[in-house]
Structures are given as C-alpha cells and as structure tokens.
Nanobody, 127 residues
C-alpha cells in the first residue's frame, strides 16, 4: 500500500519561495509518474508539475512554468516541488500524487481515482 506524506507548506509573501517535499512509503514502481496538484477554494484540482520516476523531462502547467521545479530522489523515495516567485494566485492546498497505473502518459491529469494521494499541505501567498 502506497502512502504519501507532504511537508513544507506555509505562508509567504508574494515573490517569496517555498519547497514542498513528498515522501512515499511502500514500493514505488519506477515506471510510474508522480505529480503535484493543487486546489484552491471553489476551484477544480489542477496538475501543476509531473515527473516520471524513470527519467525524462518534467512537465509543468503554463501557470507555473519558469517558477516551479519538480525533482525526484528515487533512493529516498521523495519528490520535491521548488516554488519561486510565488504569486497570490498560487495560494492553494497542494497534493502529492502517484499514478496507480504503470506506463501511462506523464504530464496530463488523469481521473482522480486513478492516483494515490497525500493529505495535502497548505500554501498561502499574501500580496
């Protein structure tokens, strides 16, 4: 059974930085994709960054390109999200997700039920 635990959220002023970390317990197949999603109040959950555990280029939502960087450490079973130049519109609950399906395209948001999810960590950016 996969369990995901996020950490690193908090409050920051616009222009600041935060680093989120996701620790995965249990076996993680390196043919899978992992991602960070976010959900603001009253909005749909959206994928912001994706990375394949087997390598390759990460994928980013247009809204975060050039500001966010996703990275992985397969030895430690962690996936991090470095967030720079934060904006108030980045305020949301951020969730780590692991694709339940091996070999699926990494970089698009599949149905929510087809991911393992962490409990989320709040990011608040003030202007």
């Amino acid at each position: 059974q996969v369990q995901l635990m996020e950490s690193g959220g908090g409050s920051v002023q616009a222009g600041g930085s935060l680093r989120l970390s996701c620790a995965a317990s249990g076996y993680t197949d390196r043919r899978k994709c992992m991602a960070w999603f976010r959900q603001a109040p009253g909005k749909e959950r959206e994928g912001v960054a994706y990375i394949h555990l087997g390598g390759g280029n990460p994928y980013y939502a247009d809204s975060v390109k050039g500001r966010f960087t996703i990275s992985r450490d397969n030895d430690k079973n962690t996936v991090d999200l470095q967030m720079n130049s934060l904006k108030p519109e980045d305020t949301a609950m951020y969730y780590c997700a692991e694709d339940r399906v091996v070999g699926r395209v990494c970089g698009r948001a599949w149905p929510r039920s087809t991911y393992y999810w962490g409990q989320g960590t709040q990011v608040t950016v003030s202007s």
